[in-house]
């Protein structure tokens, strides 16, 4: 079968995520028969170099026989069960590892199975909490501009991204949006510790006022991925975690998307030296194979909900595919890698070799800014590169830079204007090469 052929099947009966589907009348969709490390191959025998890991899940390749054994080992033992109630091995080690890994306040995992349903968790567990603490009056969220927890309604209410928020918005909660620490629009000169220090003193206020009536305040620790890989100083974490403390209000720290090594660190909270009361992981939890995601909390969260089944205190929340045993399996050998490769340390010369490479886009008329931090670099195109106008979004610039991309074999997928690598951390030099220079020249087509 080749690519045309798969295509029309799929047009028949598929609807596909983030879609206008009309697009696909000129727009090729891309199927794809096999993957083998950064590659993605079609059904025409093209190649694409995944260089934001199919939505920032993989990490350590397609097809990568360290995670597929180990998965294909437990389907003959134990392909799922029920967590309630009901354990086993798999989830257990998880939790174990996980507990060990984390800033140590963290000392409790809950599970679901993607990364909205654990952010709906931590909203909701927050909220119990104080209710199981007698404090009524808690049912705000804080959240920051610019900001994504996901899709489904409660995750959807803490995000900030428009496009995604404005049809649902009668049907949301109403969190107080703080402005973010992002520091693109910061003034010349100025550093990225103080704009975001700067920007802090809204928050500082809306605590100050709000407090007793606030559950938690949720953020995407250092990058505001969706929101257009935003970036901003660890100093407005570790302000944060100190506020939250001051004024008794829970801290959320979504890492489902800068988990596992994206940003420099394992997790991005390690940069600011702070627990959260609650953390989200998934993507890269399970090396991007299979659907799973983990809340971890503390030890005083835990004992607030543990009381004689009668005081009705429990937390009740369940998914049917609660801690997956194929999930967790996954995610024990992706954990195996980052020990047995030293990954961490490896990813600095990655992200050294990202950031030489598209060093003369510094100087390009239409490019705003590059950022980095750790495995992520973004580049934002702008109508005016001094004032920083962006391009309107109608001109979809981004979309002319996706289909360079896959002339050229390789797989970005702009954010608005802004294009950006995730790339797996098994890329070489030599793929970055490729990447970049695909990258640069899509960029300097979109921008004529
Ligand atoms: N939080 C953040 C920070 C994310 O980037 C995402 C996914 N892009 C989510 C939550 C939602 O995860 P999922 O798509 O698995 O529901």
């Not at 967590?83 to 086993?88: C, D, E, R, T």
Request: glycine share 6%; net charge negative; hydrophobic share 40%.
């Amino acid at each position: 079968m080749n690519n045309d052929e798969f295509i029309r099947r799929d047009l028949a009966v598929l609807w596909h995520p983030c879609t206008q589907m009309k697009d696909h009348e000129q727009l090729p969709l891309i199927p794809i028969r096999r993957g083998d490390g950064v590659w993605l191959e079609d059904f025409n025998g093209q190649r694409y170099l995944d260089a934001i890991s199919s939505w920032w899940v993989n990490l350590f390749g397609h097809a990568n026989p360290r995670i597929s054994m180990p998965i294909k080992e437990q389907l003959d033992r134990l392909e799922h069960v029920l967590l309630a109630g009901f354990s086993h091995e798999p989830v257990v080690q998880l939790s174990e590892r996980l507990v060990a890994l984390t800033p140590a306040a963290l000392t409790r995992c809950f599970y679901a199975d993607n990364g909205s349903s654990a952010v709906e968790v931590a909203l909701k567990m927050s909220f119990h909490y104080w209710q199981n603490q007698g404090a009524n009056h808690k049912t705000k969220f804080v959240n920051l501009s610019n900001s994504y927890h996901g899709e489904t309604l409660g995750a959807l209410s803490v995000g900030d991204v428009e496009l995604y928020k404005k049809t649902y918005q009668p049907l949301l909660l109403e969190p107080i949006t703080v402005a973010s620490p992002d520091c693109y629009y910061r003034q010349d000169g100025q550093s990225t510790e103080e704009y975001s220090k700067q920007q802090f003193a809204q928050m500082e206020q809306v605590l100050a006022q709000r407090h007793q009536e606030i559950c938690a305040v949720i953020v995407e620790p250092l990058v505001q991925c969706a929101g257009y890989m935003r970036m901003y100083d660890p100093v407005y974490l570790a302000l944060l975690r100190d506020a939250c403390d001051r004024y008794g209000v829970h801290m959320i720290a979504d890492e489902i998307a800068v988990g596992f090594g994206r940003t420099g660190t394992l997790f991005a909270c390690e940069q600011a030296g702070v627990a959260p009361d609650f953390m989200c992981l998934s993507k890269g939890l399970t090396g991007g194979y299979l659907p799973l995601s983990v809340v971890l909390t503390s030890e005083p969260v835990y004992q607030a909900f543990y009381d004689d089944y009668q005081k009705l205190t429990a937390f009740l929340h369940s998914h049917s595919y609660t801690g997956n045993p194929l999930g967790c399996t996954a995610a024990l050998a992706t954990l195996d890698i980052f020990e047995q490769d030293k990954v961490i340390e490896a990813n600095k010369i990655l992200s050294e070799a990202m950031y030489r490479e598209v060093q003369e886009l510094q100087d390009h008329p239409h490019v705003a800014e590059v950022r980095q931090c750790g495995m992520i670099l973004a580049i934002e195109m702008a109508a005016d590169k001094v004032a920083k106008t962006p391009y309107p979004w109608q001109e979809r610039r981004g979309l002319a830079v996706y289909r360079h991309g896959l002339e050229e074999g390789v797989l970005l997928r702009p954010l608005g204007n802004v294009v950006y690598f995730m790339p797996p951390y098994v890329i070489t030099q030599e793929q970055i090469r490729h990447m970049t220079k695909v990258a640069i020249e899509g960029i300097h087509l979109a921008t004529k």
